[in-house]
């Protein structure tokens, strides 16, 4: 995982806050100066809460079916969480999903009553895109179809295939989205996010003191946390492979221990030769 500079933090514009007179109180520890009216936030403590929230989101990836929501409903943010979480997918890390309209009431702590829309949503798609379902149905039924399936898709085109409720919820601006960041806390799921000097870090398991207006700041934050979690993903597959190559050799094992030094039978041989291999190859991946 790429190491995040200063002066990267500097170039996107993550150092701007908000006018002294929006500030958070409880935000006061991460100003570093006032220039014209606007707080100045302190990159290095930016840099701290990046490193650690990055971390945090890596060894959640590297968990069996874990999963996170990144919201981002901003006009700000909205292109930026779309293509990376569309990155993650390619990279093959999946897990990973988005919000990036605005936040639907309920989605954390009445997951079991939102989840039959995501089914609604599932089921009008597969009639659509299947003539013989259409069959007795008029025009104007199907058109109301595809009215509720657009309706849906702009509320829950980004989590719709969730099953579980997500491990933790990366949020962009803190303030805005204070519903989900309090959903998130009282249903016990972890928080990640960027907050501003006009929010309350203290509500965030994870903060990260940054400009949550620019879009340069934003896809660079957003950016390096996916990244974290694409590597912590890839970390998984490495140790299910690893645990299967000693499960492997547990399994040859007994012909090793109880098969002859010596022997005319080709196959007890190879088995036995190949075995060694495995354990050599173990010994020297641990």
């Known amino acids: 995982m790429k190491n995040i500079t200063l002066e ?17 109180p409880k935000a006061r520890d991460y100003v570093f100066e006032t220039r014209d009216g606007i707080h100045i936030i302190d990159l290095a403590k930016t840099k701290e809460g990046l490193d650690e929230a990055a971390e945090f989101v890596k060894q959640l990836a590297s968990k069996p079916d874990s999963a996170m929501i990144i919201l981002g409903a901003k006009r700000q943010a909205q292109q930026v969480v779309k293509e990376e979480v569309e990155r993650a997918m390619t990279e093959g890390a999946n897990g990973l999903y988005s919000v990036t309209s605005r936040w639907i009431g309920g989605i954390l702590t009445n997951f079991p009553e939102v989840s039959k829309n995501f089914r609604r949503l599932k089921d009008l798609s597969e009639k659509l895109a299947d003539k013989k379902a259409q069959a007795g149905y008029t025009k104007k039924e199907i058109s109301l179809w595809e009215k509720e399936r657009q309706k849906l898709l702009s509320f829950y085109g980004g989590i ?3 099953t579980k409720l997500p491990d933790a919820i990366f949020v962009i601006d803190s303030h805005l989205e204070d519903l989900a960041v309090r959903e998130a806390n ?3 799921v972890a928080t990640v996010g960027i907050t501003d000097t006009n929010a309350d870090p203290t509500v965030i398991a994870h903060p990260i003191p940054a400009n949550d207006d620019a879009v340069g700041s934003i896809k660079l934050i957003v950016h390096h946390i ?3 979690w694409i590597e ?10 690893t645990q ?23 196959a007890v041989a190879t088995t ?3 075995a060694r291999k495995m354990a050599k190859a173990e010994a020297a991946a641990e």
């Open 232 to 241: 912590g993903k890839k970390g998984q597959v490495t140790t299910e492979k």
């Open 186 to 188: 009282n249903m016990r």
């Open 8 to 24: 990267e933090l500097l170039e996107a514009g993550c150092h701007f806050g908000h006018q002294v007179t929006r500030q958070n």
């Open 226 to 228: 996916v990244d974290a």
């Open 160 to 162: 719709f295939e969730l």
């Open 244 to 266: 299967e190559k000693r499960e492997n050799v547990e399994k040859v094992k007994p012909i090793v221990e109880t098969a002859p030094e010596k022997t005319a039978d080709p």
């Open 272 to 274: 036995k030769k190949t």
